[in-house]
């Protein structure tokens, strides 16, 4: 459905957005937050979409979704055990639920990092969802993307609330070429738990950026586990406010890159403004074929934020000459009673493990692929979800032995 | 006047009444009454020709000045997030101050007004050369205590008042002198090197330098030489209202070897200075160049007002096979700092170490920190960083470690630490690392703490007041960077970190 | 089994010669111990047998059953049933023991052309073997060597052997770091293991381990080269008077 109606609320905000568009540093290549990044993202617009492209989309984790967005069309399962919406529906509706949330963290999130690519998106959405959980439920919740080539360069803006005390679980997958722009906002009520995996992306060999911002109160959890398996360009920004005490909140990441000259292009915000939160960051890149991964992660803890739990790691293997990590972890402290670390490390594989498996008769190629697989299993165990972890980790293990090419 | 910061309930407000500012423990605070000479107020071309008179300076000297000047007329003050820096007028400075009786360089420290001499013996430093006590001393090459020897070259308001032990050092073959006078006597060395490795494109500050800079050291070590003793230079800002712009530069030859100390203080005003120096190291085949410095201009009151601006370019080119330098800092003083002693690696198996404290109390701001460049394979670098920040301070920590492309086999490892003292103050990390080539292994680590309140109690448990107890944790934070520290400094280092972190507890 | 003719082997990277012509032969079924002083090139030997990088082979051969040894890829030497203990077993995080142990038996009978174990037999296996070495189950969960103490390291490196059953056998400087018991223990399993179709290359400092895995021949290596061998008396002499007397005829021969 085109939507040519929006509400009043929608466009009193857009037009208080626009004037302050201004003020937001644009896309260059001197900014500290593109520096080195691929900016295809700003200038290749998808002309067309062919067949070929379509080719090695279907995605990791097959499991019956309780939503499908095809291009710039949502079909929601009849079975609709969740209260999902719409969000072009919400932004016509007058009295619609999302009316005090949509777009403030977006506005937040412009203080300490300039995102000139989120604001596009909140003043042009095409496509997306609104979601209202009030019940815990241990099935995960699936969001299927598809491609549907008639539509092309869509902004898609989704908005989740998760009610107090709720607990679920949200599972993203599959490839939709035709969205080349996605913001997410996200809040969480108190003692609220979120699981969020996005398993998008794989093999797209489109530009992409995906924004994530979320609000969090009191004794709220948010764990977001994200998968980028040869994404051509996709660029990754989670921003999360800590609002309450006793917040917990783990951000993982794993890349594995080798087809020529691909990116992946990480970065995350954490804002500790209370007391007694933890936060972890977990970042894991394989490379091969002249790849690059970019990791940009930093802890701003505020003045109030004592007691303050802050864990960053981000680790690459770069397993050909010409395969780059560029990596910038950063801490912004302002209270003295905090335990903050960040360790990086750049290496390729491990000599002597690689020749002790070597020397028990294990073949080459799997030697590796053991070692790859035991890499990347720190970010893997930051999922919570035993059954889920394990079925991608066999899917991510199948996904290693094509990595090698003899 | 002290603020209202969150008393902890350890400490009784008596502790903290009696607790001095630090505006009265900087016991550099005092200036000396001395004649001195000025140059018309401002920055303009002909304060560059004049600045190149009063030197003797040959023309290519000053066509190189006047080139950097015409570019730096163009360029903009760079603009860093973490640091508030005040709009600095560089019209309303003084670009040149020189003691009215030295018109004549002096020939010997005879020469040299008392006062002058007073000053450095005030500041501890030994002028007059320790001469054997023949028959009384032994002299005990190995004894590492006072009788050390130390050539020291000493810097009054960017000029060199005297230097050392040049005989001796002459007849090892070590050129240590002043710039000004390198220019003169050694102009093919001079010409050979300088700007070679921080050209006058390099920076703001490093442009602005390279126009009015008026002294600084010159070392040469020649080929296979390892300098009989510790060279040092001690930079004192004495003039009002002046700009400080040395200009350093070391060179050493194939196997040769240097140990490098660089002190500074200066005394207590209302005004802000500014403090742009450049620091160029080249180290060939087989070289080692160690370079230490401790800073301790003075940092402003505790309100901020006044302190040194310290903005400095320093950066060794490791252009040989082997080659090694290592920066020690130890950074107490300026009000504001922005320092990032840096190495090019270029040789293949060279190496670069950095190990530096810096402690920021009051209203400080320091933003300081490395850059590793590796180009060359096998090589090497080290980085340890230990922050400090108390009161209302901001200390930040900024470093680039890059691996080139073709630097096979490159190692790195970084480890920086931040102490918070206190909930007003902050303590960053920007580091920024760039791997390019896959048989490189870099490593960093950050970690951010404050002062463990057990270690403090078991402390004064065991009767050790809490600022003496604070000074001890924190010397032991710094532990491994004072042990590279050359002895005199570590200990004086030791005693400024008290020194510095006092009025932070609570 | 193994033939080793005037090999000359230098460091890749330092361009020095550590071996300087040395030839061994062992037969199957027979137990080599060699002994000598520090940097007379006894761990050089045992990697190049492994097929460890970082070493230039200047000149002679090695054959392992009429085959060119020098020539395989170090995982083919594994299948072809050489096995070397490690002085310092390396822990690799994050890879599961069992897994290991398995992908590595069945790694070994793939390229032997035979076939896999399924799960269950090859658990019962592991378990037994693991059981006679006082290998605990929990140490088997653990990731490969990960939090294990220098005696359980080496016990792993048996565990290993008798598992993936290997004809050709170096064991370097496997006493070094252990007890008197833990020794025993491993010195059980080795000897358990020993036959007559199977050969053993130990490699030590000390005599005292050769008690409990008595050797047939006893080779002294010094400078690069094997300088006297005898039975194990030698070794015993050894003991008693160190290499002092070794070291004069190294220099001697060329």
Redesign the interface.
């Known amino acids: 459905m085109i939507h040519a109606n929006t509400s009043s609320w929608y466009d009193s905000l857009s037009q208080e957005l626009k004037r302050s568009s201004a003020s937001i540093e644009k896309v260059n290549r001197r900014s500290e937050y593109w520096r080195k990044s691929n900016l295809d993202i700003v200038s290749d617009l998808v002309q067309e979409i062919s067949e070929t492209d379509l080719i090695n989309l279907k995605g990791t984790y097959i499991h019956e979704p309780e939503l499908t967005i095809d291009g710039d069309i949502m079909e929601l399962a009849s079975d609709k055990s969740y209260k999902i919406s719409s969000i072009m529906d919400e932004i016509a509706d007058e009295d619609s639920f999302t009316k005090n949330y949509f777009g403030k963290l977006e506005e937040k999130s412009q203080k300490l990092v300039p995102r000139p690519l989120a604001r596009d998106n909140s003043l042009n959405p095409k496509v997306g969802y609104a979601l209202s959980l009030s019940e815990s439920s241990k099935k995960p919740l699936v969001i299927h993307n598809k491609t549907n080539k008639s539509a092309r360069n869509c902004f898609q803006r989704n908005l989740i609330i998760v009610k107090k005390g709720v607990e679920a679980t949200i599972i993203e997958t599959g490839n939709n070429l035709s969205v080349f722009n996605s913001v997410t906002e996200i809040y969480l009520d108190e003692n609220a738990k979120l699981n969020y995996l996005d398993l998008t992306g794989e093999n797209n060999i489109f530009p992409k950026i995906s924004h994530k911002f979320c609000d969090m109160a009191e004794k709220s959890t948010f764990n977001h586990f994200g998968l980028r398996l040869n994404t051509k360009s996709t660029r990754n920004e989670i921003e999360l406010h800590l609002n309450g005490p006793g917040i917990n909140t783990s951000i993982a990441n794993v890349s594995l890159i080798n087809k020529k000259h691909h990116f992946s292009d990480e970065n995350v915000l954490i804002n500790h403004n209370a007391y007694e939160c933890k936060s972890r960051q977990v970042f894991k890149s394989v490379l091969e074929n002249d790849c690059t991964s970019i990791v940009r992660g930093k802890i701003y803890v505020a003045p109030e934020a004592q007691k303050t739990d802050g864990y960053q790691s981000s680790r690459s293997l770069l397993l050909n000459e010409n395969s780059k990590f560029l990596c910038k972890p950063e801490l912004e402290i302002y209270a003295d009673d905090v335990i903050c670390s960040h360790g990086s490390t750049s290496s390729s594989l491990d000599r002597e493990s690689l020749f002790y498996l070597l020397s028990r008769g294990v073949h080459r190629n799997k030697a590796k692929e053991m070692l790859i697989t035991a890499f990347i299993s720190e970010a893997l165990d930051e999922i919570e979800d035993e059954s889920i972890k394990s079925e991608l980790s066999n899917y991510i293990d199948v996904w290693t032995s094509s990595f090698f090419h003899e | 006047m002290t603020d209202n910061y969150e008393v902890r309930d350890v400490i009784d407000k008596e502790t903290l009444s009696t607790v001095k500012s630090v505006g009265d423990t900087y016991k550099y605070g005092f200036s000396t009454d001395i004649e001195t000479e000025y140059a018309p107020l401002g920055l303009n071309e002909d304060i560059v020709k004049l600045i190149s008179k009063k030197n003797n300076e040959p023309k290519w000297m000053l066509d190189w000045r006047l080139k950097a000047f015409n570019r730096w007329k163009k360029l903009k003050q760079p603009d860093w997030a973490l640091l508030k820096i005040p709009e600095i007028d560089f019209q309303d400075q003084y670009y040149y101050a020189r003691p009215a009786n030295m018109k004549e360089k002096p020939k010997s420290l005879d020469e040299v007004d008392p006062k002058l001499l007073e000053t450095y013996s005030k500041l501890g430093i030994p002028l007059t050369e320790q001469k054997k006590l023949a028959g009384v001393i032994e002299e005990n090459p190995e004894d590492k205590s006072e009788n050390r020897k130390v050539a020291v070259d000493a810097v009054f308001d960017s000029v060199s008042v005297g230097t050392t032990f040049k005989e001796e050092l002459k007849s090892a073959g070590v050129i240590f002198c002043s710039i000004s006078e390198a220019i003169k006597e050694y102009p093919d060395l001079v010409k050979k090197y300088l700007g070679s490795v921080v050209p006058i494109s390099d920076n703001f500050f490093a442009c602005l330098n390279a126009a009015v800079f008026s002294d600084g050291s010159f070392v040469y070590i020649p080929k296979g030489v390892r300098c009989p003793m510790e060279l040092s230079t001690y930079f004192r800002i004495n003039a009002e209202n002046t700009g400080q712009f040395e200009r350093t530069l070391i060179i050493a030859d194939d196997n040769s070897y240097v140990s490098y100390l660089e002190g500074c203080t200066a005394p207590q005003r209302d005004e802000s200075q500014l403090h742009a120096a450049v620091v160029e190291l080249v180290i060939l085949d087989e070289a080692e160049i160690k370079y230490s410095t401790v800073q301790n201009w003075f940092p402003g009151d505790e309100n901020g007002v006044g302190g040194i601006y310290n903005f400095v370019t320093k950066r060794a080119d490791c252009r040989g096979r082997n080659s090694k330098v290592m920066w020690t800092q130890v950074e107490t003083g300026s009000a504001i700092t922005w320092k990032y002693p840096s190495c090019v690696l270029k040789g293949d198996n060279s190496s670069g170490e950095f190990y530096s404290i810096a402690i920021t109390n009051n209203m400080q701001q320091a933003d300081t920190g490395t850059k590793m460049i590796h180009l060359g394979k096998n090589t090497n670098s080290r980085i340890v960083s230990k922050g400090i920040s108390a009161g209302k301070a901001q200390n930040t920590y900024r470093g680039l470690v890059q691996i080139g492309g073709r630097s096979q086999n490159s190692r790195n490892f970084t480890q920086c630490d931040s102490l918070l003292i206190g909930n007003k103050c902050g303590a960053h990390t920007v580091p920024y690392i760039e791997v390019n080539n896959s048989s490189a292994r870099a490593e960093h680590e950050a970690t951010t703490s404050k002062v463990d309140e057990d270690q403090l109690f078991y402390c004064m448990q065991r009767g050790i007041g809490e600022e003496d107890a604070v000074a001890l944790i924190v010397n032991g934070f710094c532990k491994e960077v004072l042990q590279a520290l050359p002895m005199e400094f570590a200990m004086e280092a030791q005693k400024l970190v008290a020194i510095s972190l006092e009025g932070s507890v609570g | 089994m193994l033939n080793i003719d005037d090999l000359k082997v230098s460091l890749e990277e330092e361009e020095k010669q550590i071996i300087k012509g040395l030839s061994l032969s062992i037969k199957p079924g027979e137990v080599h111990a060699i002994m000598g002083p520090n940097g007379s090139g006894k761990s050089t030997l045992s990697s190049v047998l492994?097929?460890?990088?970082g070493y230039i082979i200047d000149s002679g051969t090695v054959n392992f059953d009429g085959s060119d040894l020098l020539e395989a890829?170090?995982?083919e030497?594994?299948?072809l049933g050489i096995?070397?203990a490690?002085q310092y077993?390396?822990e690799?995080?994050?890879?599961g023991n069992m897994?290991?142990l398995r992908?590595?038996?069945n790694?070994?009978r793939?390229?032997r052309g035979q076939e896999e174990l399924n799960a269950a037999d090859f658990l019962k296996l592991v378990r037994g073997i693991a059981k006679d070495l006082e290998i605990s189950d929990e140490m088997m969960k653990r990731?490969?060597n990960v939090g294990a103490s220098g005696g359980e390291k080496k016990r792993n490196e048996i565990l290993?052997m008798c598992l993936?059953e290997p004809r050709f056998v170096i064991l370097d400087e496997t006493d070094s770091g252990l007890d008197v018991d833990a020794m025993k223990l491993v010195s059980k399993g080795v000897n358990n293991f020993s036959s007559s179709s199977r050969s053993f290359l130990v490699i030590t400092h000390y005599q005292r381990l050769l008690n409990y895995i008595v050797p047939d021949f006893v080779h002294i290596m010094v400078d690069g080269r094997i300088v006297k061998t005898g039975d194990k008396t030698l070794a015993l002499h050894v003991e008693e008077t160190g290499y002092k007397d070794f070291l004069q005829l190294g220099k001697g021969k060329h």
């Open positions: 492994a097929g460890k990088d890829e170090v995982e030497r594994a299948a096995f070397m490690f077993p390396i690799i995080p994050g890879v897994n290991f992908t590595a038996l790694s070994q793939k390229t990731p490969v290993q993936l």
